[in-house]
């Protein structure tokens, strides 16, 4: 029977200068790989992961419509990634518009939005009861942002200004929490999103339909670094990444022919220089799982 090439997927794992985690499980075989799978790790944008879950599951209970539309409040940051932060109006979207640019195009303001909405404490509580317990969403984006220059400050537009120019680095705040592994930051464990990724992909996440949406807006997420570093052009992936400065981090669906394979990778550097290493290690680990279950699906491998 075959199975992962573990003493050397950890051989990459380990001198990696800071720290890592990544589990992958393989449907159809039942293989698993595990390297420090259960440490909560920092996330950057694969919190989104989440607030998605969160968002669907009031849906499905009837608090919320994600056909409601809500205009872009002014007290969110428009800090990172997205589209919304070019607009110069507050546009009126659905909860639904909110969460495509959410996890499409990771958009932070239409994640703040939902998160606002939401509650931190809503989306917690909700991963607690899923068993998900070294998982947390506990701030906004734009505050996470803002940490890292240890602004405690409510978002504003002036204050963006400010944190881009370069005129407002050096606050008060904890800006080593953003880099923690501590449930007071976003974190994750890759064991947690394995599973996740998996009920996803059975339709156990909040209900079928449900999870038939999530798999779509993930299949929307595009890059060929991290997960799909090593495969081919063809092979899908319904997947969310996360990175900021030293973070990197990815996970998803990899639906190879021989079946679909359910992968997460989360790497925090110690310094800032190493932080591409993340990326490469988790693309090296889950080449070697690929290629032991599907060869034709990896790039050099015949």
Not at 94 to 123: F, K
Not at 267 to 279: H, I, K, N, P
């Amino acid at each position: 029977m075959k199975s992962f090439p573990a003493e050397e997927m950890d051989a990459v794992a380990r001198p990696f200068p800071g720290r890592i985690g990544v589990c992958i499980k393989d449907l159809n075989t039942g293989l698993r790989y595990e390297y420090n799978a259960d440490e909560p790790l920092p996330t950057a944008s694969v919190v989104k992961v989440s607030i998605m879950i969160e968002l669907f599951r009031q849906a499905h209970n009837g608090e919320l419509s994600l056909d409601d539309r809500y205009r872009m409040r002014t007290d969110i940051s428009s800090h990172g990634t997205g589209t919304l932060s070019i607009m110069r109006d507050y546009p009126e979207l659905t909860l639904r518009d909110y969460c495509r640019l959410m996890m499409g195009v990771s958009d932070n303001m239409a994640t703040d939005m939902i998160v606002h909405l939401l509650t931190p404490e809503s989306i917690n509580a909700t991963l607690d009861g899923m068993g998900y317990h070294n998982t947390r969403a506990n701030m906004q984006l734009g505050v996470w942002h803002y940490l890292m220059k240890g602004v405690v400050d409510t978002p504003s537009r002036e204050l963006d200004e400010a944190i881009r120019s370069g005129e407002l680095n050096d606050g008060p705040g904890d800006k080593d929490l953003p880099f923690a592994s501590d449930l007071r930051n976003n974190v994750a464990s890759a064991n947690d999103l394995v599973d996740i990724m998996e009920k996803i992909h059975a339709g156990k996440m909040i209900s079928p339909e449900a999870s038939a949406q999530m798999v779509e807006m993930m299949k929307v997420v595009k890059g060929d670094n991290r997960i799909r570093q090593y495969l081919k052009p063809e092979i899908e992936t319904a997947r969310k990444t996360g990175g900021s400065g030293r973070i990197k981090a990815d996970t998803g669906i990899v639906y190879l022919p021989t079946g679909p394979m359910f992968v997460a990778g989360l790497s925090t550097s110690d310094l800032a220089e190493d932080q591409v290493q993340g990326m490469e290690a988790v693309g090296l680990i889950t080449r070697m799982a690929y290629a032991t279950v599907s060869p034709e699906s990896v790039l050099g491998v015949e």
